[in-house]
Antibody, heavy 125, light 110 residues
Framework: QVQVQQSGPGLVKPSQTLSLTCAIS??????????WNWIRQSPSRGLEWLGR?????????DYAVSVKSRITINPDTSKNQFSLQLNSVTPEDTAVYFC???????????????WGQGTMVTVSP | QSALTQPPSASGSPGQSVTISCTGS?????????VSWYQQHPGKAPKLMIY???KRPSGVPDRFSGSKSGNTASLTVSGLQAEDEADYYC??????????FGGGTKLTVL
């Protein structure tokens, strides 16, 4: 059974970096038929896809235009997890952040069948 | 402002059917068959209910169905049950390795 478990601080100061981790069990961060995503949800912006990482003989990343200049998603194969870093945060980045899997096996890369529990991140002094 | 437009609310009595729309453009909903629907209960993560417009993951009741016409996708819940009360979100691939979501619809079972 595939599960993902998120971790990271719930409070970040403005202008600093938001960092979250998503640990994977039952699947591999470097699997050839999966992609690993970060999504956030806020009352003002709704659900917003932020980006993804995946391995196809080498590592690839795709990022949403809205955060492209500030975001980094990195895999960690030694720990079978991936992380989100969002730089120069403002109060508008306050949201619940989710990690999620897209899988070609049975679905497609843009349908997310496994989700983390969500992490509420508040950007405040 | 979300890229895909959903009605803020929908409602129906137990046993009835309700349809939720999701309107985009030819660059997303109308251009690809990668439309998904998610159910979200308060405080929980979204759950995949429909993918590729009209396919149901294993374990999702066949009371849930999806369709698409032009730039508008729809989710129909038939035989409404109390546990169907939740927020529902659509998403669509939008080209250039980008995904967009709808603003969500709160479904109330009367």
């Amino acid at each position: 059974q595939v599960q993902v478990q998120q971790s990271g601080p719930g409070l970040v100061k403005p202008s600093q970096t938001l960092s979250l981790t998503c640990a994977i069990s039952g699947d591999s961060v470097s699997g050839n038929s999966v992609v690993w995503n970060w999504i956030r949800q806020s009352p003002s912006r709704g659900l917003e896809w932020l980006g993804r990482t995946y391995y196809r003989s080498k590592w690839y990343n795709d990022y949403a235009v809205s955060v492209k200049s500030r975001i980094t998603i990195n895999p960690d194969t030694s720990k079978n997890q991936f992380s989100l870093q969002l730089n120069s945060v403002t109060p508008e980045d306050t949201a619940v952040y989710f990690c999620a899997r897209g899988s070609r096996d049975g679905y497609n890369y843009w349908a997310f069948d496994i989700w983390g529990q969500g992490t509420m991140v508040t950007v405040s002094p | 402002q979300s890229a895909l437009t959903q009605p803020p609310s929908a409602s129906g009595s137990p046993g009835q059917s309700v349809t939720i729309s999701c309107t985009g453009s030819s660059s997303d909903v109308g251009g690809y068959n990668y439309v998904s629907w998610y159910q979200q209960h308060p405080g929980k993560a979204p759950k995949l209910m429909i993918y590729e417009v009209n396919k149901r993951p294993s374990g999702v009741p066949d009371r849930f169905s999806g369709s698409k016409s032009g730039n508008t996708a729809s989710l129909t819940v038939s035989g409404l049950q109390a546990e169907d009360e939740a927020d529902y979100y659509c998403s669509s691939y939008a080209g250039s390795n980008n995904l967009v979501f709808g603003g969500g619809t709160k479904l109330t079972v009367l």
